[in-house]
């Protein structure tokens, strides 16, 4: 099945995963798009009910479906939910759950050696699901 452009709303009921990929970082847009086509396959009509990161986890949550399709729609979601601890939330390369600077205590994100550097040190951040940079930083796209 072709992916859909996730900017072309018309073709998809508001509250689906395309309609809320700003609440996550782009690294994790990708594997949220695939499994959008995996939930369409099921219910074209679904209901996304929360979509956030926890815990360096992606978190979705999918209400508005039958009991059988919500069943089968679970399987594909714990699995994506389970590979988002493997992808870097802001660039999307190979990536562990982590805190910043490796400390015993504070906010756990899933994020490879590069920008786990870069988010310890305070010079990038996730904002409406874009990867943005400190102003004193020297430029390298994350966002593409």
Not at 95 to 112: L, N, P, Q, S
Request: charged residues 20%; aromatic residues 6%.
């Amino acid at each position: 099945m072709a992916m859909k452009d996730p900017q072309d709303r018309h073709h998809f009921p508001a509250r689906q995963l395309p309609d809320q990929l700003n609440a996550v970082g782009p690294g994790w847009h990708p594997l949220l798009l695939q499994l959008h086509e995996q939930l369409l396959g099921l219910d074209p009509g679904y209901q996304l009910d929360d979509l956030k990161e926890k815990l360096g986890i992606a978190r979705i949550r999918i209400a508005g479906t039958t009991a059988l399709a919500h069943t089968a729609m679970q399987t594909f979601v714990a699995a994506a939910e389970k590979h988002s601890a493997t992808v870097c939330e802001f660039c999307g390369a190979p990536a562990r759950r982590r805190r910043r600077g490796d400390t015993t205590e504070g906010w756990i994100k899933a994020v490879c050696d590069n920008c786990h550097h870069e988010w310890s040190h305070h010079t990038i951040m996730i904002i409406n699901g874009f990867v943005r940079r400190g102003p004193n930083t020297a430029h390298r796209n994350l966002e593409s």
